[in-house]
């Protein structure tokens, strides 16, 4: 929930025999928000492509259709962030 990309997250379990031992059975609910925004990054001197397939190979989140909530920005800039360091 706190990467701002969820609406809600919910889980449910229950107790279950299986194989001569006792575990749990358990469900994830996510809902993701449906309220996207267009991401533009534009940074001088960097190809907008290789800026993308960078960000998408180290968080399969950020993509170019973003929710607009604080905690999602605030994930694109530490990612760009990180980027341009590494550069």
């Given at each position: 929930?706190d990467?701002?990309?969820f ?6 379990y ?6 001569g ?5 358990l ?5 993701e928000i ?5 991401v533009v ?7 907008a492509e ?5 960000l ?6 950020l ?13 694109y ?10 550069q």
């Open positions: 929930m990467t701002g990309f609406e809600s997250v919910q889980y449910r229950k107790p279950v025999q299986a194989g031992g006792s575990g749990y059975h469900t994830f609910q996510v809902v449906r309220d996207l925004h267009p990054l534009d940074i001088p001197g960097v190809s290789t800026l993308w397939r960078w998408v190979s180290r968080d399969p989140l993509q170019r259709h973003s929710p607009g909530d604080e905690p999602a920005v605030a994930r800039k530490k990612a760009v962030e990180d980027f341009l360091a590494e």
